[in-house]
């Protein structure tokens, strides 16, 4: 049984930890988040030691080390901005750490971040959950053996992710790009890094729309083309989908046929911990590609009627 702090306590994707950490068979010592709307911490570690204040979280964990209970890893689901901070604790006090994604903002921080991890021992693993999705590890299998066929062949995809927030999300840090990175950055970059890890290098990044609750663009990988749309604005999603109730629309079709990957979602953080835990996981390197992705789409101009955007950026333009 390994020992977890967890940094982020209150936040939407938290119960996700505390369950892996639950179903991996481990242990959570202690957690801190400002907000003390923490209850669902009973649900799965009642004697958990809670802090609101950063000051005698770490004082505590200091006190733990001293008295011999060592915390193995630290589980960071805390706001964009903080990842690079809290991982250089979660280093500094000899644990590992599994941070959310996106691992940092910037490439520049990874190479700071390998400084460190080279300094004290320890690693840092990234929440890429797409890659333990099976429709995803299908598709790359397919894309493989299609190369093999056909080494010249080039994939045109369309990526749609549209996830409906209210006016809270704008309010939040998750609303101000300098502390989510944006939406591109905030709700995509886990579906660009499963773009390179199924077609290769980057390309070529361009930008169609760039506005607070919507982004869309162009990328080319090595072995695709592929249309991009991420919105948090429920009026972009598609009416069929509206009818049926639904706030969310996920999508990705490759040359024309959809890919199913609707379900299969509430156990991929039980399965990222199952693969650190087993000496696997995914660390700096892995997670420089999405980085950089999202980095250049937040630098960058928008270019307007190009022939590569995505059907739906008629939507938000007409």
């Known amino acids: 049984m390994k020992n977890f702090a967890l940094i982020g306590a209150a936040g939407y994707i938290a119960p996700r930890h505390m369950m892996a950490i639950k179903e991996t ?3 959570l010592v202690a957690a801190l988040d400002k907000n003390d709307s923490v209850g669902v911490i009973d649900s799965y570690f009642p004697d958990a030691d ?7 979280f770490d004082r505590h964990i200091d006190l733990l080390r001293r008295k011999g209970t060592k915390i193995d890893y630290v589980s960071i689901a ?3 901005y903080l990842h690079d901070s809290h991982i250089r604790f979660a280093l500094r006090n000899n644990a590992h750490a599994i941070c959310e994604k996106p691992l940092v903002l910037n490439p520049h921080n990874i190479d700071a971040l390998k400084v460190v991890q080279e300094e004290t021992g320890m690693q840092v693993y990234n929440i890429l959950q797409l890659r333990l999705h099976q429709s995803i590890i299908d598709l790359k299998a397919y894309v493989t053996e299609e190369l093999i066929k056909n080494p010249d062949k080039i994939f045109d995809v369309d990526l749609t992710y549209l996830t409906s927030r209210g006016h809270w999300y704008f309010t939040s840090w998750k609303g101000d790009d300098d502390k989510s990175g944006g939406i591109a950055t905030n709700i995509g970059v886990h579906f660009y890094d499963m773009l390179g890890w199924v077609f290769g290098d980057i390309q070529k990044n ?3 729309l760039k506005r607070e609750d919507v982004n869309a663009g162009y990328l080319e990988f090595k072995y695709a083309r592929v249309r991009w749309f991420l919105s948090v604005n429920y009026d972009y999603i598609p009416e069929v989908i509206k009818v049926s109730g639904q706030r ?3 999508s990705i ?8 990957f609707s379900g299969g979602f509430t156990d991929l953080h039980t399965k990222s911990y199952e693969h650190v835990l087993n000496g696997g996981g995914f660390g700096l390197e ?18 307007a009627n190009s022939s590569d955007a995505h059907p739906f950026v008629d939507k938000v333009i007409s």
């Open 25 to 27: 068979g481990n242990n």
């Open 50 to 56: 809670f802090f609101t204040e950063y000051e005698r």
């Open 78 to 80: 805390s706001p964009n």
């Open 206 to 208: 361009e930008v169609h």
């Open 248 to 250: 969310t629309y996920r």
């Open 253 to 260: 079709t490759v040359d024309g046929e959809e890919i199913e």
């Open 286 to 303: 892995e997670a420089r590609k999405s980085i950089e992705i999202v980095s250049n789409i937040r630098k960058q101009d928008v270019i």
